[in-house]
Structures are given as C-alpha cells and as structure tokens.
C-alpha cells in the first residue's frame, strides 16, 4: 500500500473535540489489518534508515506505532508515560499545553548513554508532547534526532518546532488546518 492508500485510511470527524476542528482519527487505519501492517512497515524501513537502537513512543497512541515498529526491528522499545504509571524513580519533564501544562515521565535505567533513540507516535500537530519527550530521553542519555509521525498536521508547526532542536522529522502523511 502507497502512503496515498493509506491516507484514504484516515477518518476526519469534523468539529471534535471542539467545533471547527477536523479530527483526524487512527482507528480506522489500525482497524485494517493490511493497512496497519503497511504503516508499521513504513515507520520501520524509516527507523531502519535513522540507525534506530531503540524506538520510544509517548502515551497512548504513541504505544501502538512504537511498539509495534519496536517488535518488527527487535528493538527495545521506551514507554514514554504520564505521570503516576511507572512503578520506578523516574526522570520526567513538564512542558506547556494550550490551556494549562502536562508532564511526562521515563523510566531512565531503560536508556543505554548515547543511544540512538527514534521517536514515534501517530500525529505531530502543535509539537509540545515531542518536544517535551525529546528532551525527556535527552535528559536520560539518549540521542535523539529523529521523529517520526504517522500524521502531520503542518499547519499547527509541531514538525517545525523539532527540527529547531536539530530532530529529523518525517510524516507518512499530512493533512492541512487543524
């Protein structure tokens, strides 16, 4: 399946979660069985192409795209979570959301100094969650210069926002708004 094939994959659910939105929904993509194998597929022949030792993603649907690339590369994958979900001292970061602030958390006894960490998760729209979970990993250890997204929505910046910290990013697909 072509990135194109995929992208006609994607629901848009019009004024969720807000009006004036366009919601650009995953589960129909990971509802296809051919169709998630063709973006994990994808994700990994890039993670591959980044010198990938690790594949971390953030939570939830970060999960899905991360460890399922992680499974197919055998590497280790790196659960970035919210706060109160790691049983262990863990490093984490706060970062700024539109109305109020978030924090994330990694285990950092999971990093190996120096490496090479990929970054997945299904959509890179404002930026802040992997901009935080960028200097999360780095904070722990890790390089990390290379993201990769299922979805950009390249209107809202995101991407932008990680190449200003000297990150690679690369998108399956973009839709444009928001």
Do not use: W
């Not at 022949?45 to 999960?63: D, L, P, S, V, Y």
């Not at 978030?102 to 802040?128: F, H, N, Y």
């Not at 904070?139 to 993201?147: R, T, Y």
């Amino acid at each position: 399946m072509t990135a194109e094939d995929l992208k006609a994959l994607i629901r848009t659910v019009p004024d969720f979660p807000k009006p004036g939105i366009l919601f650009r929904d995953i589960t129909t993509l990971i509802a296809d069985g051919a169709g998630f194998a063709a973006t994990i597929e994808l994700l990994a022949t890039q993670a591959t192409a980044a010198r990938a030792e690790a594949i971390a993603g953030m939570e939830a649907r970060g999960f899905i795209f991360g460890a399922a690339v992680a499974e197919r590369l055998a590497l280790p994958f790196l659960p970035i979570r919210k706060p109160g979900k790691l049983p262990v001292p863990v490093l984490s970061i706060d970062y700024a959301l539109e109305y109020g602030t978030d924090t994330l958390e990694v285990d950092p006894t999971a990093i190996g100094s120096a490496q090479r960490v990929v970054i997945i998760d299904d959509l890179i729209a404002t930026g802040g969650t992997a901009t935080a979970a960028v200097k999360l990993l780095r904070s722990a250890g890790a390089l990390v210069d290379h993201a990769l997204f299922v979805i950009d929505l390249p209107d809202l910046g995101g991407a932008n926002r990680l190449r200003a910290l000297d990150v690679a990013v690369s998108a399956l697909m973009d839709f444009p708004g928001h």
